[in-house]
């Protein structure tokens, strides 16, 4: 009896955390990867949506696809989900890490944690996610923005969310 039970509970969060992913992916204009060479970030992976879902290609030596991001824009706050596939826990630190965008025409513009230092999270466990909000500049449009990065750990972790094309 306790292992049907145990079976069913383990059903039940299988199925929690495919909702939760296919939501965000439903709902997000932007995902991203870690990149572990930004030289070669604008090659490193693409994104596409189409009537099945979201999916990316990836070039495996660029980056590091256990540790993603998707991003979402309403108004002027940037919601980033930060999830941990990895084996290692990722730092992260408010006063030190950093978020930036990049626009269609090249302007880069470095971006304010919107979460209150006290929400922010620390540390990201593996199998965790975990989410941040920053701000959005008033004077750009959601609809002009190419890139989202966020810089974390002490500039030893860049996750690069590149906006979902549409197929």
């Given at each position: 009896m306790k292992?049907?039970?145990?079976?069913?509970?383990?059903?039940?969060?299988?199925?929690?955390?495919?909702?939760?992913?296919?939501?965000l992916a439903l709902q997000s204009q932007f995902f991203g990867i870690q990149v572990l060479n930004m030289s070669k970030a604008k090659d490193a992976f693409s994104v596409t949506r189409s009537k099945t879902g979201v999916t990316y290609t990836h070039k495996e030596d660029l980056v590091n696809t256990s540790i993603y991001s998707?991003?979402?824009?309403?108004?002027?706050?940037?919601?980033?989900?930060?999830?941990?596939?990895?084996?290692?826990?990722?730092?992260?630190?408010?006063f030190i890490d950093e978020y930036g965008l990049m626009t269609k025409d090249g302007n880069i513009y470095k971006l304010?944690?919107?979460?209150s230092v006290t929400d922010y999270p620390d540390i990201i466990n593996p199998k965790e996610t975990k989410w941040v909000e920053i701000l959005?500049?008033?004077?750009?449009?959601?609809?002009d923005i190419k890139y989202?990065?966020?810089?974390?750990?002490?500039?030893?972790?860049?996750?690069?969310?590149?906006?979902?094309?549409?197929?």
């Open positions: 292992k049907k039970i145990l079976f069913s509970v383990g059903i039940i969060l299988v199925c929690m955390f495919a909702l939760v992913t296919i939501g998707w991003g979402t824009i309403e108004g002027e706050t940037i919601t980033l989900s930060i999830t941990n596939e990895s084996k290692m826990p990722i730092e992260m630190n408010y304010k944690i919107k979460t959005k500049p008033v004077v750009i449009k959601s609809t989202l990065a966020m810089d974390f750990n002490y500039r030893r972790g860049v996750i690069l969310l590149k906006r979902i094309e549409e197929k």
